[in-house]
């Protein structure tokens, strides 16, 4: 199975600040990675497809690079609403697998 | 719009099964396969399976094989997920959600399902 890890684990983030997580991969699965948003006791939400597409009305102030082993998401300005935790998921190879995930809190 | 509507949440013995319900709306129930992932209390998702709406086999995580049945029911617009022998280990939330194009990622979620093993 592919692993995907995360790093950080928590992130500590104040209103306005920009944010970046990564998720590597163990084995190359070119951009076949998605990322997913989720609040306490609610789905997961995509935000992002193909490594860098973001889904649609998905606010701008996300985005997604790379390709590979190594992705990030980038949050260029945090909104209150924004304070979740978020998922990475590869689709490349059967299992499809997810990052352990990354809680962004308020600082 | 697009919604999946689950079924709500059980309390299971351990050694029992449970049938766990989707139900989709506001799109072509066959044009788009479903799949089910779990998350256990304060972990992360797993994938379990998908199955294609439009027929053929499901395809099963390796962790749940024998034990993880999905079933579809077109007339209803909706899939099932059973899970058999339950053990503690299986308690958790579990959702269906809607693949967009065949691509294994996930655009529409349905609401989550908890399903207790206690004895």
């Known amino acids: 199975d592919i692993q995907m890890t995360q790093f950080p684990s928590t992130l500590s983030a104040s209103v306005g600040d920009r944010v970046i997580i990564t998720c590597r991969a163990s084995?190359?699965?070119?951009?076949?990675l998605a990322w997913y948003q989720q609040k306490p006791g609610k789905a997961p939400k995509l935000l992002i497809y193909?490594?860098?597409n973001l889904e649609s009305g998905v606010p701008s102030w996300f985005s997604g690079s790379g390709s590979g082993t190594e992705f990030t998401l980038t949050i260029s300005s945090l909104q209150p609403d924004d304070f979740a935790t978020y998922y990475c998921q590869q689709y490349k190879t059967y299992p499809w697998t997810f990052g352990q995930g990354t809680r962004v809190e308020i600082k | 719009q697009v919604q999946l509507v689950q079924s709500g949440a059980e309390v299971k013995k351990p050694g029992a099964s449970v049938k766990v319900s989707c139900e989709a709306s506001?799109?072509?129930?066959?044009?788009?396969?479903i799949h089910w992932v779990r998350q256990a209390p304060g972990q992360g998702l797993e994938w379990m399976g998908v199955i294609n709406p439009s027929g053929g086999s499901p395809t099963y995580a390796q962790n749940f094989q024998g034990r993880v049945i999905l079933t579809r029911d077109r007339s209803a617009s909706t899939v099932y997920m059973e899970l058999t022998s339950l053990r503690s280990e299986d308690t958790a939330v579990y959702f269906c959600?809607?693949?967009?194009?065949?691509?294994?990622?996930?655009?529409?979620w349905g609401q989550g399902s908890l399903v207790t093993v206690s004895s």
């Open positions: 959600a809607r693949d967009p194009a065949g691509e294994y990622y996930f655009d529409y």
């Open positions: 193909k490594a860098s």
């Open positions: 506001g799109y072509t129930f066959t044009n788009n396969y």
């Open positions: 084995q190359s699965i070119g951009n076949w």
